[in-house]
């Protein structure tokens, strides 16, 4: 007797029709085709470049989902930046009353962006104070639902929207993505579109990007259980800084992905100046991770139709001119 | 008795007939609308990003449109260096070979990517040197066909595809322009634009934008008459610094556009800035000046649909990192 596999906290339809909630209000955002990286990789990669979308990162797509379909009248949110103004811009469209937990170390212009979309934010010690906990006091204090950066089905739903638009948008071209390389911290954004893709494209092959200080789902991946980042490290990637993989994205991308790839600090800043120079793309470094994955050697494209998703831009100015100058 | 006007050298069919030669080569560009330049202005601002185009500028699409009509097996072009890499990327798909006549001082990264892309480069003098006698030369010697940046209703009507990109692409947000604003240097860009604008928007009010010190198509709009800049002036706008309007191109502007906009260079700079953190769409100095005129508030959006075209993002790292710093 073949039983069906258990099913995944996220399904197909729920990317379906988070699409349909957010027909008009997120970004369809464009998927670059670039010949100077077709050369550089003897394939043909389609960039998707999220840092275009609402809140310049890939975040909207599933507060927005998430936020549409709660009664609450308030959401509280825990970020270090990008799912914090996801959610801010997503609660303003929709009449909601927002507060962020931010760390105090959040780059500048995110946290900036947040209090601009008119949310509250309170800050916190990134190294000493435990943010689900204060996330917690203040849903009890206020009655807010805590929309979770990524282990939350509507937010996985949400993401994962940006595996349909990929499809789509390279099928336009007669193009059919044979691989995907999609950054990972929590894991929300690539079980919601390794959920899209490998339905829509049979045999596709999803591989996560980490920096190599945060390989945590990669490491995961191949022991097939959920292992930790050791606790004190830090990457220039701010987004993708998860202690580990989250419970309910684990058990999609276990099941999903192909495997992990890593790329080191040099080959994001590196990605971050052929992002500028030749996709004229603003890219933060955790939103550059997959495209450093994919130009450092971690993949081989020779030939094949690669999916990247470059997932952010919200970088401050002054980190990214630095880089800019090579440092 | 009523006469028609006196037939313009480029017309709304020369438009629709490059679209048709550009289809699935050049990048039909995204039309970025933000919430923040939106709460900025009071209106609606679509934001044409042309730096997403073939060869990191607009260029690209008025050189196809040109080679793709001669039977010349070489070509032969002047240019500050979007117009180089436009030709040279044009040459290449189409299988001709490219000379490309360059000042010595224009940004590295644009001789770079002009030599990457497979055309000879021929570099000049700036101040000493006559660029059009240097053009006619290498075509006497090499039965090369000289592409003209602008003067050419060939390169006119394949810009013009942009105004026809504006126009479908507002459409399926149902938003109608009431306005446009387009970068001017020799008024190629703008000619053609304006040329598919107000004949499917009729009523739709075209302005050009130009750096103060190279406001000749300004001035020439108010006179009637081509009126040059003064010699000897310079601006951070490397792409705009022509030295008086196109003969060709002026025919077309007197009689589309509405009048001509200025921005200084702080503006400039200004709009660079806001491009990289809120849009995330690198811009080099001359393709920000349409944006730079319409956030330092030369133009009035309020209430209104108004496109503006950001031309090209081709600028080196250290010119992109001072003007990050705020130099």
């Known amino acids: 007797m073949i039983t069906d596999p258990e099913p995944l906290p996220v399904a197909y339809e729920d990317v379906e029709a988070a699409a349909t909630r957010l027909r008009g209000v997120a970004v369809c955002t464009p998927l670059i085709e670039n010949d100077v990286l077709n050369e550089l990789t003897g394939g043909r990669v389609l960039v998707k470049a999220e840092p275009l979308q609402r809140t310049g990162s890939f975040k909207f797509r599933g507060a927005y989902n998430a936020i549409a379909q709660t009664e609450a009248r308030a959401v509280v949110a825990f970020s270090s930046g990008n799912h914090a103004q996801g959610v801010a811009a997503a609660a ?10 931010m760390p105090a170390d959040a780059p500048r212009l995110k946290l900036d962006n947040t209090r601009a979309l008119g949310a509250e934010v309170i800050l916190y010690d990134r190294f000493g104070e435990n943010r689900e906990a204060i ?12 929309i979770r950066p990524y282990d939350d089905p509507r937010v996985m ?6 595996g349909l638009e990929i499809v789509a948008q390279a099928a336009a071209r007669d193009l059919r993505p044979d691989a995907a390389i999609v950054c990972c911290g929590g894991g929300g954004l690539i ?3 390794s959920t899209a893709l490998t339905r829509q494209v049979p045999g596709i092959e999803v591989f996560s990007a980490e ?3 945060f390989d945590d789902t990669a490491r995961s991946l191949q022991a097939g259980e959920r292992l930790a980042n050791p606790p004190g490290r830090v990457s220039i990637c701010d987004a993708l800084m998860s202690p580990e993989p989250g419970l309910l994205t684990f058990q999609v991308n276990r099941r999903l992905l192909k495997g992990g790839l890593t790329a080191s600090e040099d080959a994001v800043r590196s990605a971050m100046r052929f992002a500028f120079s030749a996709l004229k793309v603003t890219v933060e470094p955790g939103g550059a991770i997959a495209l450093a994955a994919l130009m450092s050697g971690a993949f081989d494209a020779k030939g094949r139709v690669v999916a990247v998703v470059l997932s952010g831009g919200n970088v ?12």
Chains 1, 2 share one sequence.
């Open 316 to 327: 401050d100015p002054g980190t990214f001119a630095a880089i800019l100058a090579g440092d």
């Open 135 to 146: 996330g917690a006091r203040v849903s009890e204090e206020t009655g807010a639902e805590l």
């Open 92 to 101: 303003r469209l929709l009449g909601r009353k927002a507060t962020i937990i």
């Open 191 to 193: 079980a919601g579109t």
């Open 157 to 162: 739903a949400g993401q994962g929207t940006i």
């Open 211 to 213: 920096p190599e200080a």
